[in-house]
């Protein structure tokens, strides 16, 4: 099983839309994916959720998470500490999370992100290369 963080857009676009994303709900259900997540993560998940432009009621909300997320997802505590290497602040919690977990994967569409590449050991990697990863384990 591949252990990774997803960033908010990731997550989002995997649960509410179809394309390459969407392919990971499967992969997570299927335990060929762990998401790693933090208390900070769950929050930004939850206050993205709620969006109006994406239409959900707080019990879809709820509903989505209990059952589609929460269920597979590997949760962690994180100490916050700063990354210098980020242009945008906000970033720092997914590779906190990543790093405080040890896993090798952070999976964005985040160009600030993507930019790095890496941050120590974890690759920073868009969703079609990490899914190609994905293909090369049974």
């Not at 994916?33 to 994406?54: H, M, N, W």
Request: include cysteine.
């Amino acid at each position: 099983m591949i252990r990774a963080v997803l960033d908010t857009n990731v997550l989002i676009s995997a649960l509410l839309f179809t394309g390459p994303p969407s392919r990971l709900v499967p992969a997570w259900q299927a335990a060929r994916l762990r998401p790693v997540v933090s208390g900070a993560i769950l929050d930004e998940y939850l206050r993205v959720l709620a969006y109006p432009k994406f239409e959900l009621t707080a019990s879809e909300i709820r509903a989505l998470l209990e059952e589609e997320v929460l269920p597979f997802v590997e949760t962690v505590r994180v100490k916050p500490a700063p990354i210098k290497q980020l242009r945008d602040p906000d970033d720092a919690k997914f590779v906190a999370c990543a790093l405080t977990a040890g896993v090798r994967w952070l999976v964005s569409g985040d160009a600030d992100l993507l930019t790095l590449g890496r941050v120590e050991s974890v690759e920073i990697v868009p969703v079609t290369a990490f899914l190609q990863q994905l293909k090369r384990r049974p």
